[in-house]
């Protein structure tokens, strides 16, 4: 597994010429610059990892390399996380803010989860590290929120489901929280900075 990140202010103004004609529409659609530099750098370091292999979207929106590289894109604030493997992976980056973690943890975290944050001396941290868990996970399996959120529980660091055992790590970095999901078995020892 290897994890890349890269800060959007890299991002020049011909770049949005670098990138496929499908995420050039909808890059162009952002109303917000911010938005549609997280845009065009996905599309960058998809073209620098993937090449120019086709991506397609499975049945819950999932993008899939038609090569068979296993990877995934996410980003918040001011930074794109780029994951790779050679099996299944899903990755989520956020930024903690102060959020009313027991309002939105009833919506989306199970019993143990809840548990999990109500024992932590750093609730609103612990909030996000559960949170991006839950993300990488359901993205991992392909599914995303399609998926009833409370169906998977990710207190610990597995979770397993009709014989997949799936794997979760959480990083820090800078500022931002980072969890990944793999059915596979080895972590990155770090999150590599990069320019695409």
Not at 60 to 88: M, Q, R, T, W
């Amino acid at each position: 597994m290897r994890l890349y990140i890269a800060d959007i202010n890299c991002v020049k103004p011909g770049d949005i010429n670098k990138i496929s004609p499908e995420r050039r529409k909808k890059a162009e659609r952002y109303r917000f610059e911010d938005d549609k530099k997280r845009c065009i750098l996905g599309g960058l370091l998809t073209r620098r990892f993937l090449g120019d292999t086709g991506i397609y979207l499975n049945k819950s929106g999932k993008p899939l390399a038609e090569n068979g590289v296993c990877f995934n894109i996410s980003h918040s604030g001011g930074y794109v996380l780029f994951a790779v493997d050679d099996k299944p992976i899903g990755c989520d980056i956020e930024k903690p803010k102060v959020v009313p973690y027991e309002r939105m943890g009833k919506v989306v975290f199970c019993e143990n989860e809840m548990d999990k944050i109500k024992n932590s001396p750093d609730k609103q941290g612990e909030f996000f590290a559960l949170w991006t868990k839950k993300e990488a996970l359901l993205k991992c399996m392909g599914e995303g929120f399609h998926r009833p959120a409370k169906s998977v529980d990710v207190s610990g660091e597995e979770f397993s489901e009709n014989g997949v055992t799936y794997r979760l790590k959480t990083y820090i970095f800078s500022d931002y929280v980072i969890s990944v999901c793999t059915e596979g078995e080895d972590f990155a020892e770090e999150i590599e900075f990069i320019e695409p």
